[in-house]
T-cell receptor, first 114, second 111 residues
Framework: GENVEQHPSTLSVQEGDSAVIKCTYSDSASNYFPWYKQELGKRPQLIIDIRSNVGEKKDQRIAVTLNKTAKHFSLHITETQPEDSAVYFCAASARGGSQGNLIFGKGTKLSVKP | SQTIHQWPATLVQPVGSPLSLECTVEGTSNPNLYWYRQAAGRGLQLLFYSVGIGQISSEVPQNLSASRPQDRQFILSSKKLLLSDSGFYLC??????????FGPGTRLLVL
């Protein structure tokens, strides 16, 4: 079935460094790729998303890149801050996105050390 | 603007007791609705989704059920809770754009 693999499962960086989280997906019909940030005890919040007709998207310190040929996409956070510490989930639309279902990765716990 | 509500926020229930969790969405019509479960420190497991009133699709077999009695109301139920039902239950809604927006969640502890 459709699958999204996310790496690494944990990531520790120093404040100010960059962080990169990578995901691969199996369904070639996937065309929508959101990223969510979940702080401890809170709901996942959408932080950035990208569609298959775009290769890169930026929003201040965060960016997402997409390689449809290789079926992988990545989240880049620059100049990390302690408040970036959270669990990040990638996702890919399932069944061509016809029903809005998302397949989620297992998450990456990011720790930013001051 | 759209708002999603879930209640209760926390719940402690004995094994074998029934369960009813409610999710409502405001400010939109005919959304897709989803129930997810998240075990402590784990990922998001899709339990049910609905594309319309009375239309429920189940992703995993379990002792839970879902219903959508109104366009913007989604209910998660169980007749008899198991210890393994403990977790963080998240409701989400989606417009046609596929983006999913999560509710605040219900933390369920089954003892």
């Amino acid at each position: 079935g459709e699958n999204v693999e996310q790496h690494p499962s944990t990531l520790s960086v120093q404040e100010g460094d960059s962080a990169v989280i990578k995901c691969t997906y199996s369904d070639s019909a996937s065309n929508y790729f959101p990223w969510y940030k979940q702080e401890l005890g809170k709901r996942p919040q959408l932080i950035i998303d990208i569609r298959s007709n775009v290769g890169e998207k930026k929003d201040q310190r965060i960016a997402v890149t997409l390689n449809k040929t290789a079926k992988h996409f990545s989240l880049h956070i620059t100049e990390t801050q302690p408040e970036d510490s959270a669990v990040y989930f990638c996702a890919a639309s399932a069944r061509g996105g016809s029903q809005g279902n998302l397949i989620f990765g297992k998450g990456t716990k990011l720790s930013v050390k001051p | 603007s759209q708002t999603i509500h879930q209640w209760p926020a926390t719940l402690v229930q004995p094994v074998g007791s029934p369960l009813s969790l409610e999710c409502t969405v405001e400010g939109t019509s005919n959304p897709n609705l989803y129930w997810y479960r998240q075990a402590a420190g784990r990922g998001l497991q899709l339990l049910f989704y609905s594309v319309g009133i009375g239309q429920i699709s189940s992703e995993v077999p379990q002792n839970l059920s879902a219903s959508r009695p109104q366009d913007r109301q989604f209910i998660l139920s169980s007749k008899k809770l198991l210890l393994s039902d403990s977790g963080f239950y998240l409701c989400a809604w989606s417009p046609l754009s596929e983006t999913q927006y999560f509710g605040p969640g219900t933390r369920l502890l089954v003892l």
